[in-house]
């Protein structure tokens, strides 16, 4: 995988963005903010399935140079994934409920906002990251900054499903 300059990063997070979320005044409407909601987290999902193949890929490379050692750890990254990617996939019942409770108060609405920019962005992260560690020498070094990125990743929606009542 090719390394991304930071202004292919940075035109790429805008276009995931913009793609994913309204501005602010786009949460007023439930309606809107449920369809809003939905894609985000289909998004997001979808692209932690596709880092996960990644994980799979690169495992396999980890065993054609010998390096056992760091299979666990690849394959323990790979779980939080998946694990992440089917909360983020089965989370529309308590959304929806959130959503439907009438309008959101300004204040929530940019919480609400905040914590989806933050999200696209951790994922935005995380993809340079896997590029970064596809191409390194010594890819075992990114290990710990990957699991670090997923647990942002992991934080960032705790705190959404927080804001919502459903812990």
């Known amino acids: 995988m090719a390394r991304l300059n930071l202004k292919q990063y940075e035109q790429r997070f805008r276009k995931a963005l ?3 979320l309204p501005d602010v005044r786009g949460y ?4 809107v903010a449920t369809q809003t909601d939905h894609r985000l987290r289909a998004y997001l999902a979808d692209e932690l399935d596709c880092h996960r193949e990644q994980l799979s890929t690169f495992r396999n490379l980890l065993l054609r140079r010998s390096r056992v050692d760091l299979i666990d750890d690849v394959e323990f990254l790979a779980r939080r ?9 089965t989370a529309d019942y308590t959304y929806a409920d959130f959503f439907s409770r009438g309008p959101l108060t ?11 920019t933050a999200l696209i962005q951790a994922l935005q992260d995380l ?25 942002r990743i992991q934080t960032l929606f705790d705190q ?3 804001m919502t009542g459903h812990s």
């Open 28 to 31: 007023q409407e439930a309606g």
């Open 160 to 162: 959404r499903t927080e």
């Open 81 to 89: 994934m998946t694990h992440l990617a089917d909360r983020l996939r």
């Open 127 to 151: 993809e340079h990251l896997m590029g970064e560690m596809m191409s390194a020498i010594d890819p075992g070094l990114y290990l710990r900054d990957l699991t670090e990125a997923v647990q």
């Open 106 to 116: 300004v204040e929530q609405k940019a919480r609400l906002y905040e914590l989806d």
């Open 18 to 20: 913009g793609a994913r």
